[in-house]
């Protein structure tokens, strides 16, 4: 994520919370966690201002979060998340979450940025975990309205990428909405498992 891209999320905070607040993939957040092992570890990867590392944690599972953005940071340590400053780079863990939620924060990379995210995600991921994926639809790359950078995906791209990686796509929603900006964009949230040592991508 970029040096500006973060600049805005610090200055944004509180709009950024208070639009997100009502949390609106807590269905995704629902059917991710009955996934995971009872007390399982999760990387919230972009925690953002923490309402769902809060979610995952009241539900019982032991939560990494983690943000590029220090007042991010700061607004989830206020929800009683053990947050912590870190971008997509810094994952270098291997076999440690049972889950990883990408809540709309690996679209802030750019495509070459992304594979190699993706790739540092499964070798975080114990063998079978699982990655949810929250991702918008579109075409190219640049800055929003706000001057946040953004890379848009086709369905189809985002599948062939996650198989190149090692997940297997199992469930997805699509929808649409208004974000930060006030921009309406088409989304999706995708629920993949990374396929274990000797599966098959088919």
Not at 45 to 59: S, T, V
Request: one cysteine or more; proline letters at 4%; hydrophobic letters at 40%.
């Amino acid at each position: 994520m970029s040096d500006e891209t973060l600049a805005i999320y610090d200055r944004e905070v509180q709009a950024y919370a208070d639009r997100t607040a009502r949390m609106p993939e807590w269905p995704d957040l629902l059917a991710f966690a009955e996934r995971l092992p009872p007390g399982g570890q999760v990387l919230d990867l972009g925690c953002g201002p923490g309402f769902y590392a809060k979610g995952l944690i009241e539900m019982g599972f032991s939560v990494d979060a983690v943000d590029g953005s220090a007042a991010m940071v700061a607004h989830a340590r206020a929800q009683g998340v053990e947050a912590r400053q870190a971008r997509f780079s810094e994952i270098t863990g291997e076999a440690v979450y049972d889950g990883v939620w990408a809540n709309f924060s690996l679209l802030h990379a750019t495509r070459r940025a992304f594979t190699d995210h993706l790739g540092r995600i499964l070798r975080a991921l114990t063998p079978g975990g699982w990655l949810h994926l929250g991702m918008k639809l579109g075409e190219g790359e640049g800055p929003d309205s706000l001057g946040r950078f953004y890379t848009y995906y086709s369905e189809a791209e985002l599948e062939a990428r996650l198989a190149e990686a090692g997940f297997r796509v199992t469930a997805r929603r699509h929808s649409q909405g208004k974000g930060l900006s006030g921009d309406a964009s088409a989304f999706i949230c995708l629920l993949s498992q990374a396929i274990p040592e000797g599966g098959t991508k088919g």
